[in-house]
């Protein structure tokens, strides 16, 4: 049983929503200020992405069944990670919104929200028996570490992980999460920055790179084409080279920054490049269009 010197260490982060309760008073809600009052508050319900980049905690948490969980089990798709207490309550305000996002985010990203309730699922159990949140997944913290963990300044607490378990951002205070504009969407990763065209002779070929979308090439004058899915980033300094396959079909690519003039036209190309397709080499030179 941890001693209530630790349980007031832990939570004395948390003034969003007051310091550690006693257990007699775990009910009532009193705003304390921090124990730190000169240092700047982070604006509530504002989202931060200076700590984008952060992999996700390592720590387990309890389910309800006893039974132990950790954030990287959720990893392939996004997690919504929420802070929050029975006793807090912009946290008990704000669920019904979450437990609407997750159902909106089915089969996308999940929502879990993790309990730092220091009588656990004791206080939590009853809480939840009102509450019905369906579609969210909640889990409790017995150890109470990872408001530390993250450096939360209250209560409730919110972070997004990426599929990959990295940080995209944090909201420190409670959010219409369901409304419009609710969810800060993850900005849109770029989409194909490079087109590449190449070319050769003898036989005659050419290559057509958009990255992130597709290789396309014809060769032996016409009488072989292929398709094949493009590298996500294309090496244009120095020497750069990709490989990829489909179906019976193969190609290697060797790109490298050097002068190449075509054997046929003599136009100048600021790029040698070299195409094994299905075995067979090719030499030509290539250009960023």
């Known amino acids: 049983m941890r001693s209530v010197m630790v349980a007031i260490l832990v939570l004395m982060p948390l003034s969003a929503c007051g310091k550690a309760k006693e257990a007699d008073k775990a009910d ?28 996700v905690p390592t720590q387990a948490f309890a389910r309800e069944d006893g039974s132990k ?15 929050w207490a029975t006793w807090c309550a912009p946290c008990v305000a704000e669920m019904p919104a979450l437990d609407r996002l997750a159902k909106a985010k089915a089969g996308e990203m999940a ?16 809480f939840l028996a009102k509450a019905k949140l369906r579609h969210m997944t909640i889990l409790l913290d017995e ?24 940080e995209v951002w944090r909201v420190n205070g409670p959010r219409e999460w369901d409304q419009p504009g609710g969810f800060p969407e993850p900005a849109a990763k770029p989409g194909p920055a490079v087109h590449f065209h190449a ?21 032996d004058y016409g009488s072989k084409t292929a398709t094949f899915k493009a590298p996500a980033r294309l090496a244009l300094e120095g020497a750069g080279s990709f490989a990829v396959s489909e179906g019976k079909s193969s190609l290697a690519v060797s790109i490298v920054k050097k002068a190449c003039a ?28």
Do not use: H
């Open 28 to 55: 009532a809600l009193a705003p304390q200020e921090s124990a730190a009052p000169a240092a700047k508050k982070a604006e509530t319900g504002t989202v931060d992405a200076s700590q984008a980049g952060t992999p």
């Open 69 to 83: 969980a950790t954030l990287a089990d959720f990893r392939g798709k996004p997690v919504l990670v929420n802070l």
């Open 111 to 126: 929502v879990v929200g993790i309990s730092q309730d220091l009588q656990g699922w004791e206080k939590v159990k009853p």
């Open 143 to 166: 150890e109470g570490a990872l408001a530390t963990t993250l450096g939360a300044p209250g209560l409730p607490f919110t972070v997004l992980y990426d599929a990959d378990g990295k």
């Open 199 to 219: 070319v050769g002779q003898e036989p005659g070929w050419t290559m057509d790179i958009a990255t992130g979308r597709d290789v396309e090439i014809i060769a």
């Open 262 to 289: 075509d054997a046929m036209s003599g136009k100048p190309y600021a790029y040698t490049v070299t195409m094994t397709l299905d075995g067979k080499r090719y030499q030509g030179c290539g250009e960023v269009l």
